[in-house]
T-cell receptor, first 113, second 115 residues
Framework: GQQLNQSPQSMFIQEGEDVSMNCTSSSIFNTWLWYKQDPGEGPVLLIA?????ELTSNGRLTAQFGITRKDSFLNISASIPSDVGIYFC?????????????FGKGTKLTVNP | DVKVTQSSRYLVKRTGEKVFLECVQDMDHENMFWYRQDPGLGLRLIYFSYDVKMKEKGDIPEGYSVSREKKERFSLILESASTNQTSMYLCASSPPRDGSNQPQHFGDGTRLSIL
């Protein structure tokens, strides 16, 4: 079935550093979603990408929809302690024409003050 | 803003009990989902529903059932709770795809412990 591979699995950075994480698949996706999950909370949508090559920003966050439609990148600039959490990529499942999403396993970010 | 509300943030139950987890959304979404989240395994889909009284199995439906009697409410039922069902449970909702891929919106989760 479809799978999304996220890397890295975890990151430990200093406050102020820039962060880059990515999500790849062997299948083509026509939408890429990036969620953030704060500790003990549910995932919250950060950015949605709908077009190959699209580059979208949300404050210090920037995400890109890869031109091959098989990957996506999320960058965080000038990290701060509240960026701590798990970042998930997701895309719509094409199995059975359902409404399901396929999720990556997440990148756990730790920011040291 | 979409609001997905899960009835409990933390729940402790005993082995063999019948457990109900409730989820309500306020955006008139057709689709609702139940996931469990475990360290290293990511989000795994248990069941989903695309309309009232409709349900479909996800990837790990064993030991669970669901109920959707009203559009805004989707209940997850553990028929006879077991310790391996200790987990974080997340509910989500989304509008129908209708040609564009709509994101799912999540509740805050229920951390369930089965003793």
């Amino acid at each position: 079935g479809q799978q999304l591979n996220q890397s890295p699995q975890s990151m430990f950075i200093q406050e102020g550093e820039d962060v880059s994480m990515n999500c790849t698949s062997s299948s083509i996706f026509n939408t890429w979603l990036w969620y953030k999950q704060d500790p003990g909370e549910g995932p919250v949508l950060l950015i949605a990408l709908y077009k190959a090559g699209e580059l979208t920003s949300n404050g210090r966050l920037t995400a890109q929809f890869g031109i091959t439609r098989k990957d996506s990148f999320l960058n965080i600039s000038a990290s701060i302690p509240s960026d701590v959490g798990i970042y998930f990529c997701a895309g719509p499942s094409t199995q059975g024409g359902s409404e399901k999403l396929v999720f990556g396993k997440g990148t756990k970010l730790t920011v040291n003050p | 803003d979409v609001k997905v509300t899960q009835s409990s943030r933390y729940l402790v139950k005993r082995t063999g009990e019948k457990v109900f987890l409730e989820c309500v959304q306020d955006m008139d979404h057709e689709n609702m989902f139940w996931y469990r989240q475990d360290p290293g395994l990511g989000l795994r889909l248990i069941y989903f529903s695309y309309d009232v009284k409709m349900k479909e199995k996800g990837d790990i439906p064993e030991g669970y059932s669901v109920s959707r009697e009203k559009k805004e409410r989707f209940s997850l039922i553990l028929e006879s709770a077991s310790t391996n069902q200790t987990s974080m449970y997340l509910c989500a909702s989304s509008p129908p795809r209708d040609g564009s891929n709509q994101p799912q919106h999540f509740g805050d989760g229920t951390r369930l412990s089965i003793l």
